[in-house]
T-cell receptor, first 110, second 113 residues
């Protein structure tokens, strides 16, 4: 079965502090992992995907197959990072089916 | 380029009725996926269409159905509405399948009374 777990529903950090949003997954094959973000009153949008291995808006995420994790990190949080973050998994080759975690609401305090 | 559009944006229906939601993908995109978002269950995959063919289906009862037209526009239908069908229904489009990024629409908020 495919499952994505985001253990923190809410996360609050101060501006300038490091941020880590946790994501663990369960999948028997080789999944593709994503982070999606939804800013207030905006659409859900892709933040990054593990296969591209790039940093977007200062965020990075490394796929750890041993720990089945794909944590999202940023060294210095900014107020504009406040949003809802979803970790998602795509397991079926050739499919657009995404399995989402429950999401973490990140609040950056000034 | 215009984004994914969904109509209507808000809908109120009564238990037992049926509803049809529409999704217009980004021009050139041939894949459309539908998701249901509720506070309790989060975002759950409903189905995926590519070139008018349903490629994948989530774990929803047969009351949930969909289709895709030759211009890639998609509709989903829910028959015999139940209170638990109240949700935000999101549509996402992508150029193709597999590696292509999905772009989400604003959603249709369905309330069943």
């Amino acid at each position: 079965a495919q499952r994505v777990t985001q253990p923190e529903k809410l996360l609050s950090v101060f501006k300038g502090a490091p941020v880590e949003l946790k994501c663990n997954y369960s999948y028997s094959g080789s999944p593709e992992l994503f982070w999606y973000v939804q800013y207030s009153r905006q659409r859900l949008q892709l933040l990054l995907r593990h296969i591209s291995r790039e940093s977007i808006k200062g965020f990075t995420a490394d796929l750890n197959k041993g720990e089945t994790s794909f944590h999202l990190k940023k060294p210095f949080a900014q107020e504009e990072d406040s949003a809802m973050y979803y970790c998602a998994l795509r397991g079926i080759q050739g499919a657009q089916k995404l399995v989402f975690g429950q999401g973490t609401r990140l609040t950056i305090n000034p | 380029k215009a984004g994914v559009t969904q109509t209507p944006r808000y809908l109120i229906k009564t238990r037992g009725q049926q509803v049809t939601l529409s999704c217009s993908p980004i021009s050139g995109h041939r894949s459309v996926s539908w998701y249901q978002q509720t506070p309790g269950q989060g975002l759950q995959f409903l189905f995926e269409y590519f070139s008018e063919t349903q490629r994948n289906k989530g774990n929803f009862p047969g009351r949930f159905s969909g289709r895709q037209f030759s211009n890639s526009r998609s509709e989903m239908n829910v028959s015999t509405l139940e209170l638990g069908d109240s949700a935000l229904y999101l549509c996402a489009s992508s150029f193709g399948t597999d590696i292509y990024e999905q772009y989400f629409g604003p959603g249709t908020r369905l309330t069943v009374t």
